[in-house]
């Protein structure tokens, strides 16, 4: 392995601009003539709009214009769309209400987008949207995912009767029936998968501009899928032919999921734009409008069961939940809930029989969609407190359970859909236990129960699918766009190497990777090579940065890419050194032929490559080529983490005193990296089971947690310091053996916590978040159940 190479632990590239204020993130790009855009929001969870009166605005000093869905209706643009179509059923198609970018009738979330004041000025902008007039006829709404279906609920769509979208199941149900009337044990849960906020530390931005001589538009926006976006924007809204509309999303300030999708802004913006004369408008999120109207993530409602025969062999898997979808369908919502998490409910557990069912509804609020982990989350925290509560149930140590009911035999087709190509569960249990000092835990806790604290330990035995499966696949699901990934390998003639990849880096490290990569194959230094991504008139069409698949899918392309480049130029290579092409050997930056000490530098083939004066007879002059990789199947990364909990009983403070993480990503491009993932998805995984959580008031639908004073993200001191470990079976399908790490710490996370505060509560009553007050209520309750 060398210094900068595949598994060096090389500091990331992009680091010093970022540390040294030198990042071009969207809102620091300011064009010539800009203006500016404030939107009118609904202040009401549901409510017609009976007139907007827009005069006193349209005088206000500094206001360019003031603009309505009527006139974008007018222009003839289409709404925004959900991109993965799902079926009842019954197989009749879901039904997607109308999602305007501006609303025309109705306002069906608070934050709902109503009118756009353009001004010269932010302020002037803001002035002029304090001036928009708007009668309202205020109506009834429910936000609460239990209660959408229920009779006398309003309506979010008129036309979509109990407010649902899908009825959606997955699995065999009389097998799976049948599987439990034969157990010996059912255990039987009840979960709410809370609603988050992805909170970015860099808002959305959008910045719209057309040039009216080209008739061409340009939108820079923190998007994680520019080509994307532009494919909605230009094939689904009508805003313009592609090769008339450039996307560029350059250094983006993290994204968790919900800068994958199109919003109302981007649309409205560019559109705006043309309708003002060709001035460009520019948008940039307040906090406020970030937890108003980025899309949340989670919230589902599940009843969950799980039937074991006499030795804790686990016969069947049942699971109904209800998802809420918020006010519209988000552009991959209707697949986070079916796809992305009910095939993920057989854990790493050999389960023969499941059966899931899904009713997706609408309620009063915010759409939602991916956030880290999209699905996988809510489906390891089901299958891991089963897991957890069925083990106390039964009296089994809570690792001997899982052990009995490992997978091990690969490839493992699931009952849901997956087929498991590789993995070594008992490997990462085994670790983990080690490192966590799993033996010696009941003397801790005793030891912690003499000083009035109590002590709890979870396990969470996660596995989550990554890369996203082939297309034609997806397709047949109903996915909109195949899932393949793009690059092209530039070499320059002084053997430089340009990397354009079609997937988007907003934080994971891809110039460094992507580099190590080049460079471990090339054997050039890593200063010799560039990144360039998230540009759509200088990269070829990709999909985007999502699902923990940019290693396995877009560093595949790239290293097909890379194998055509060193074909030629070891063609090229053996031509001018007069060997035949089998003789001719690369290694380490040079080509040399067996047997002799001729050689050539990489460099120099580059430059022969282009001057091209003694070239092999029908080759073309240069060295750059591009590949596409569409994966044969999803990628497993697993792994087991261990949480150990001490809560004071006089608050109900719980402190993470210990967390073991032994993850299989298989094969690990950069340590360093990887390791800072791992943390990452932790501290998010942790926010969700103690601290955050997104609510609106039931009767007013008004958002109660709308900004960091009510919604509690989790601090440096609510975490502690990871104890990180390492097993690697390589991935077979792809030539790196990579899997993807992105996300495995949300994954896995909320349900080690939950498992461990129960432990220490001995009660499963505890909904996510575990917030000093329902802990400190959970240990009165059994204080007093105790006394009595």
């Known amino acids: 392995m060398s210094d900068t190479g595949i598994g060096a632990r090389v500091v990331r590239k992009e680091d010093n601009r970022f540390l040294t204020g030198r990042g071009k993130y969207c809102d620091d790009i300011n064009l010539a003539n800009q203006t500016y855009a404030y939107f009118v929001r609904s202040p009401h969870a549901h409510a017609k709009i009976v007139k907007i009166n827009a005069k006193k605005a349209?005088?206000?000093?500094?206001?360019?214009?003031?603009?309505?869905?009527?006139?974008?209706?007018?222009?003839?643009?289409?709404?925004?769309?959900?991109?993965?179509?799902?079926n009842n059923k019954d197989g009749s198609?879901?039904?997607?209400?109308?999602?305007?970018?501006?609303?025309?009738?109705?306002?069906?979330?608070?934050?709902?987008?109503?009118?756009?004041?353009?001004?010269?000025?932010?302020?002037?902008?803001?002035a002029g949207a304090e001036l928009v007039d708007v009668k309202y006829k205020e109506l009834d709404a429910v936000v609460e995912v239990g209660k959408a279906r229920k009779r006398g609920m309003p309506r979010v769509h008129d036309e979509i009767a109990k407010n649902t979208c899908y009825e959606w199941a997955i699995g065999e149900k009389d097998a799976t029936d049948k599987a439990f009337a034969k157990a010996d044990h059912v255990t039987k849960l009840n979960i709410t998968n809370n609603r988050l906020v992805a909170n970015p530390m860099?808002?959305?931005?959008?910045?719209?501009?057309?040039?009216?001589?080209?008739?061409?538009?340009?939108?820079?926006?923190?998007?994680?899928?520019?080509?994307?976006?532009?494919?909605?924007?230009?094939?689904?809204?009508?805003?313009?032919?592609?090769?008339?509309?450039?996307?560029?999303?350059?250094?983006?300030?993290?994204?968790?999921?919900?800068?994958?999708?199109?919003?109302?802004?981007?649309?409205?913006?560019?559109?705006?734009?043309?309708?003002?004369?060709?001035?460009?408008?520019?948008?940039?999120?307040?906090?406020?409008?970030?937890?108003?109207?980025?899309?949340?993530?989670?919230?589902?409602?599940?009843?969950?069961?799980?039937?074991?025969?006499?030795?804790?062999?686990?016969?069947?898997?049942?699971?109904?939940t209800t998802a809420n979808m918020g006010a519209y369908l988000s552009t991959f919502a209707s697949a986070v809930p079916t796809y992305l998490y009910a095939t993920l409910l057989s854990g790493q557990y050999n389960i023969a029989n499941i059966y899931a069912e899904v009713d997706a509804v609408y309620t009063h609020t915010a759409p939602v969609d991916a956030y880290r982990g999209a699905g996988r989350p809510e489906a390891c925290f089901v299958v891991e407190r089963l897991l957890e509560v069925a083990a106390r149930e039964t009296g089994v140590d809570p690792a001997e359970l899982r052990r009995r009911n490992f997978v091990r035999e690969f490839p493992h087709q699931t009952p849901?859909?997956?087929?498991?190509?590789?993995?070594?569960?008992?490997?990462?249990?085994?670790?983990?236990?080690?490192?966590?000092?799993?033996?010696?835990?009941?003397?801790?806790?005793?030891?912690?129960?003499?000083?009035?604290?109590?002590?709890?330990?979870g396990f969470s035995n996660y596995i989550e699918a990554c890369g996203i499966a082939p297309s034609a696949a997806v397709g047949s699901l109903g996915a909109g766009v195949g899932l393949w990934e793009s690059a092209e390998?530039?070499?320059?003639?002084?053997?430089?190497?340009?990397?354009?990849?079609?997937?988007?880096?907003?934080?994971?490290?891809?110039?460094?990777?992507?580099?190590?990569?080049v460079s471990d194959r090339l054997g050039i230094p890593l200063e010799?090579?560039?990144?360039?991504?998230?540009?759509?008139?200088?990269?070829?069409?990709?999909?985007?940065?999502?699902?923990?698949?940019?290693?396995?899918?877009?560093?595949?392309?790239?290293?097909?890419?890379?194998?055509?480049?060193?074909?030629?130029?070891?063609?090229?290579?053996?031509?001018?050194?007069?060997?035949?092409?089998?003789?001719?050997?690369?290694?380490?930056?040079?080509?040399?032929?067996?047997?002799?000490?001729?050689?050539?530098?990489?460099?120099?083939?580059?430059?022969?490559?282009?001057?091209?004066?003694?070239?092999?007879?029908?080759t073309e002059p240069g060295l750059k080529e591009g590949a596409f990789h569409d994966p044969s199947n999803f990628t497993f990364p697993a792994g087991c983490h261990i949480c150990e909990v001490e809560i004071d009983a006089e608050t109900g403070v719980t402190k993470i005193v210990k967390w073991t993480a032994v993850d299989d990503f298989g094969k690990i491009i950069n340590p360093m990296i990887v390791e800072g993932q791992v943390h990452g998805g932790i501290a998010q995984g942790v926010g969700q089971a103690l601290t955050e959580a997104c609510i609106y008031d039931p009767d007013?639908?008004?958002?109660?947690?709308?900004?960091?004073?009510?919604?509690?993200?989790?601090?440096?001191?609510?975490?502690?310091?990871?104890?990180?470990?390492?097993?690697?079976?390589?991935?077979?399908?792809?030539p790196l053996g990579v899997k993807?790490?992105?996300?495995?710490?949300?994954?896995?996370?909320?349900?080690?916590?939950?498992?461990?505060?129960?432990?220490?509560?001995?009660?499963e009553d505890i909904s996510m978040p575990a917030t000093p007050n329902k802990v400190w209520n959970a240990i009165q309750a059994n204080a007093k159940q105790a006394a009595e």
């Open 740 to 763: 993807g790490c992105g996300e495995a710490g949300a994954i896995a996370a909320p349900a080690a916590v939950i498992n461990a505060v129960t432990d220490a509560l001995g009660t």
């Open 93 to 126: 198609p879901m039904k997607a209400g109308a999602h305007p970018a501006l609303a025309t009738d109705k306002v069906r979330h608070v934050g709902d987008h109503v009118a756009v004041v353009i001004g010269e000025s932010l302020a002037e902008a803001r």
């Open 489 to 517: 390998v530039r070499v320059n003639p002084v053997g430089t190497v340009e990397v354009l990849t079609g997937s988007h880096s907003h934080g994971q490290g891809h110039e460094t990777t992507f580099a190590q990569l």
């Open 202 to 320: 860099e808002p959305r931005v959008a910045l719209g501009s057309y040039e009216p001589a080209e008739e061409h538009f340009t939108l820079y926006t923190t998007s994680q899928n520019p080509h994307v976006a532009r494919l909605i924007l230009s094939a689904f809204i009508g805003m313009a032919p592609e090769n008339k509309l450039r996307v560029i999303a350059p250094d983006v300030g993290g994204g968790f999921g919900s800068k994958i999708f199109v919003y109302a802004e981007e649309t409205v913006c560019l559109w705006a734009s043309k309708r003002i004369g060709g001035r460009p408008v520019k948008w940039t999120s307040d906090r406020s409008e970030a937890f108003l109207c980025d899309a949340h993530g989670r919230d589902h409602e599940t009843t969950a069961e799980l039937a074991l025969d006499k030795d804790g062999k686990i016969l069947g898997l049942r699971a109904h």
């Open 416 to 457: 849901v859909i997956m087929c498991y190509d590789t993995g070594d569960f008992d490997a990462s249990l085994d670790m983990a236990m080690e490192m966590a000092d799993y033996k010696g835990f009941e003397d801790r806790r005793k030891k912690a129960a003499r000083q009035g604290k109590l002590r709890g330990i």
């Open 58 to 86: 349209e005088k206000s000093p500094g206001v360019v214009a003031v603009l309505t869905g009527a006139d974008l209706a007018e222009d003839g643009l289409g709404g925004l769309i959900c991109g993965w179509s799902i």
């Open 528 to 618: 010799q090579v560039s990144i360039v991504h998230g540009d759509t008139d200088k990269v070829q069409m990709g999909m985007g940065t999502y699902g923990s698949r940019s290693g396995a899918v877009g560093m595949t392309a790239i290293s097909k890419a890379i194998d055509k480049v060193e074909a030629k130029a070891r063609k090229i290579a053996s031509h001018l050194m007069e060997a035949s092409e089998s003789d001719v050997e690369f290694s380490g930056g040079n080509f040399t032929v067996k047997g002799t000490d001729k050689s050539l530098a990489f460099g120099e083939v580059a430059l022969a490559a282009y001057v091209a004066h003694n070239m092999p007879e029908d």
């Open 700 to 734: 007013s639908g008004q958002l109660i947690t709308g900004s960091f004073m009510d919604y509690c993200m989790p601090r440096a001191d609510d975490l502690p310091s990871y104890d990180l470990g390492f097993t690697e079976t390589a991935c077979p399908s792809n």
